[in-house]
């Protein structure tokens, strides 16, 4: 007998039903299994209810020339943070170095110097040439508004051992990989550092090589203190293969898994294995603040980390969410935030 129209209807939402119900299911089943912890202890967490970590960014170029040993110290000592974030490169003669650009143009005095804008990549020069110059040159006093260094060694010859010397006293020079964990070693043993791999290719993989073995010889305790990223894939996959021991950031493509599967609520196909989730407060237009990237995050035991936040009311937003570090190149700002609250 054939199915009368209603009939037809009748099962057509029965079996629409069925569908959803088992997507509802699936759903479900998918956020109630336990997801599988990344790490058994971060170090990068803080404890529900604490305050956030201050990640100093680049040391903190608002109050003191980025990358330099006078922005770390004073990050450290007079501002309190929790984590000191920073880049590395690769010089020529293979030694590794503190800088956010692929050259020394923006921050120091070498365009004086050689009378010449092309770029000064720290990868064409070795680490002499390179501490010959200012990096605290074309820094602003945000109070005075003036350069203050910018005069400091402009009577020397690059040359000359004064220059050198002042420079080395002034904490103004670039920055060796050990030369920052060996200030902070003795005195600082909880200090955290972010740090990002900038070069790719056979060099990215020997800074790789390069961190692994300073910190194994000669600063073993920071090594548990340390999460690296990069956004090279093959220095990311490197990272896994060779050196399990250092703890990972998320890269753009890790990040971008994590929070779509989080968005949809199919956590559960979310295989990451990095430690902190570093992200914007916004990305393409998304609001990456929900509380669900927080709070599942948390449920794998993944730091969530953003950058890069100079805004009081972005600090305060992100302080009642729960977060467990905020980067900034103002932590004597974040410093004033928190002691506020």
Known sequence: MAKTRKQKAILAGKILGGIFGTIAVFLLVCNIIPPTKVTKDNPFIVAKGEQPMIAAHRGGGIS?????????????????????????????????????????????????????????????????????????????????????????????ELDDPTRLDILKDNDLQIVEIQELFAQFYTTNPDLKFIVEIKNGGEDGKEAANIIDKVLTDQFPNYKKNIVIGTFHPEIEKDLKDNHPSLMRGASTGGAAKFLITQMLGVNIFSNVDFTCLQIPLKMYGLDLTWNTYIRRAHRRNIAVQYWTINEVDDMKFLIKKGVDAIMTDDPKLLRTVLESK
């Open 64 to 156: 003191n020339p980025e990358n330099t040993m006078k922005a770390y110290k004073a990050a450290v000592s007079e501002f309190k943070v929790d984590i000191i974030e920073t880049d590395l490169w690769m010089t020529k003669d293979k030694k590794l170095v503190y800088n956010h650009d692929a050259s020394i143009n923006r921050m120091s005095d070498v365009e004086y110097w050689t009378e010449s804008k092309d770029k000064y990549l720290i990868g064409e020069h070795t680490l002499d040439e390179l501490k010959r110059f200012n990096l605290g040159y074309n820094f602003v006093d945000p109070d005075t508004k003036e350069r203050t260094y910018e005069n400091y060694v402009s009577d020397y």
